[in-house]
């Protein structure tokens, strides 16, 4: 089934469409953004059971942008009635523009090309199989409170087992002269994170799942509650690794957070704009091993990243950004892409209507491969399996990377031997561990359990991943 439209939306059209006309009859560009969307979050613990509307996630409310031939003006509000047109048009004209005469001191206005504006009308939705909403909040609980219980009763060492959920149902409304798009887009993510004691020593496993879709997530949590608590009972006998530089097969959710930080940050093209990212330097060169073609783009994959169009109303696009080893291109909102001369690849993006455009990661991603796992793990003397990506910091000015993975499982003869070590810091300098990729496995996932943030603030939702890949690691 597809996402139905927003009723919201269709009754407030007729008043954006006034309003679009007359900021066209002051401005020679105009273009209107209208959101509606509701979340809501779910959590089961031995100690507590919640649920709640998601507030950064939910809300109603518009974004007018505007070009007065040399710049442009955004204006954000949330409530829109055929009456307010011209008090709107007046705030844009008379409040926001005359502020590019008022510049503080040593603050340049920078003056840009009038957007494209090429003719495009549509509406789309995802697809689901389960609506949430419909679904209900008991159901829902329900489902979590027998994964919660399946990973206590997993061993008489678990002390908890935290399992939850989230879903957003979004619709967007994007007006220009020559533009009318609509889409409605649903995705769900959840996770279980299984907490395990041996006398003092606690440990803890967690994984996270999504999808571009419903409640039937639900299925997948449940079905691997059992190999998330095994997990947080292998940590328990888990050791320090000896720091220095290892042969390692990195598992997809680790592959996605070498992708995320260690170069998708490094090509968002804003980052370009303020001499920021080392990787503006290096475009049409090699920055990886040539077995690497590395994607970004809401088209690139079905994923709660992926949409229709982004938040200026440029259509979603697949951007091969690696491409055998080489760096192709960067990712960017319309405004960057003015700015260096570029084409818009649809990565603008909000953390709401009333937070402006960024350049923001989608659905990033390296291709899958032509290895067997079992080939890749045989080929290493000594090294490890690195698995339970948890947190990551980037670099870009410089490229250096420093992620956290929760295990690493001992390969020695090309055989894991049991052994466990944890935490693990992986470090080290971007292109040297990309050129080391040596094998690339023929199966790929993605996941977008969590957010991502610009700076620690503006956070949207994102996917990455990709195969499992074999490289040379720095670990300690």
Do not use: W
């Given at each position: 089934m597809k996402v139905k439209q927003s009723e919201y939306l269709k009754r407030v059209k007729p008043a954006?469409?006034?309003?679009?006309?007359?900021?066209?009859?002051?401005?020679?560009?105009?273009?209107?953004?209208?959101?509606?969307?509701?979340?809501?979050?779910?959590?089961?613990s031995k100690t507590s059971t919640g649920i709640g509307m998601d507030a950064m996630l939910t809300g109603r409310g518009f974004v007018a942008k505007v070009y007065d031939g040399t710049s442009y003006a955004e204006y954000s509000f949330n409530e829109l009635s055929e009456d307010r047109v011209e008090e709107i048009v007046?705030?844009?004209k008379n409040g926001l523009i005359p502020m590019s005469d008022r510049l503080p001191e040593g603050v340049k206005k920078s003056c840009y090309a009038m957007l494209a504006d090429d003719p495009l009308v549509f509406e789309d939705s995802t697809e689901y199989e389960i609506d949430p909403e419909e679904y209900g909040d008991e159901k829902i609980i329900g489902r979590l409170t027998k994964v919660s219980e399946a990973g206590r009763a997993f061993s008489d060492k678990v002390l908890d087992c935290h399992a939850f959920a989230s879903y957003q149902k979004c619709s967007k409304l994007f007006l220009s002269k020559n533009r009318d798009m609509e889409q409605n887009v649903l995705w769900m993510c959840g996770g279980v994170d299984v907490m395990a004691s041996r006398g003092e020593?606690?440990?803890?496993?967690?994984?996270?799942?999504?999808?571009?879709?419903g409640a039937e997530l639900l299925d997948e949590i449940g079905e691997n509650v059992g190999s998330v608590a095994q997990n947080a009972l292998d940590l328990l006998s888990s050791e320090p690794i000896p720091p220095g530089e290892y042969e390692c097969v990195c598992r997809p959710d680790v592959t996605g957070m070498i992708v995320h930080e260690a170069f998708g940050h490094g090509v968002e093209m804003d980052m370009f704009v303020k001499n920021r990212a080392l990787?503006?330097?290096?475009?049409?060169?090699?920055?990886?091993?040539?077995?690497?073609?590395?994607?970004?783009?809401?088209?690139?994959?079905?994923?709660v990243a992926s949409y229709f169009f982004d938040d200026e109303g440029i259509p979603a696009q697949d951007t091969l950004v690696i491409d055998h080893g080489i760096l192709k291109a960067g990712i960017s909102d319309a405004q960057s892409a003015m700015h260096l001369g570029t084409d818009p690849t649809g990565n603008g993006r909000r953390e709401n209507y009333e937070r402006k455009a960024y350049t923001r990661m989608t659905n990033t991603y390296f291709e899958a491969g032509s290895d067997k796992v079992e080939d890749m793990i045989a080929s290493i003397s000594y090294g490890f399996l690195l698995e339970e990506a948890s947190s990551g910091m980037e670099d870009p000015k410089n490229w250096g990377i420093q992620c956290m993975v929760n295990i690493a499982r001992e390969i020695r003869d090309g055989k894991l031997t049991g052994k466990i070590y944890s935490p693990i810091v992986l470090t080290?300098?971007?292109?040297?561990?990309?050129?080391?990729?040596?094998?690339?496995?023929d199966v790929s996932v993605l996941c977008g359990?969590?957010?991502?943030?610009?700076g620690y603030k503006e956070w949207v939702k994102v996917s990455d991943g990709g195969p499992y890949i074999k490289a040379k690691i720095r670990l300690g």
């Open positions: 954006l469409v006034k309003l679009r006309d007359r900021l066209l009859s002051e401005f020679p560009y105009a273009s209107l953004l209208a959101q509606d969307s509701t979340a809501k979050s779910y959590s089961v007046a705030a844009v020593e606690v440990k803890d496993s967690y994984r996270g799942f999504s999808l571009l879709g990787a503006k330097q290096y475009v049409g060169k090699q920055v990886a091993s040539e077995l690497v073609n590395m994607h970004d783009g809401a088209a690139a994959a079905k994923e080290g300098y971007v292109p040297d561990l990309l050129k080391s990729i040596s094998m690339i496995s359990s969590g957010f991502c943030g610009k």
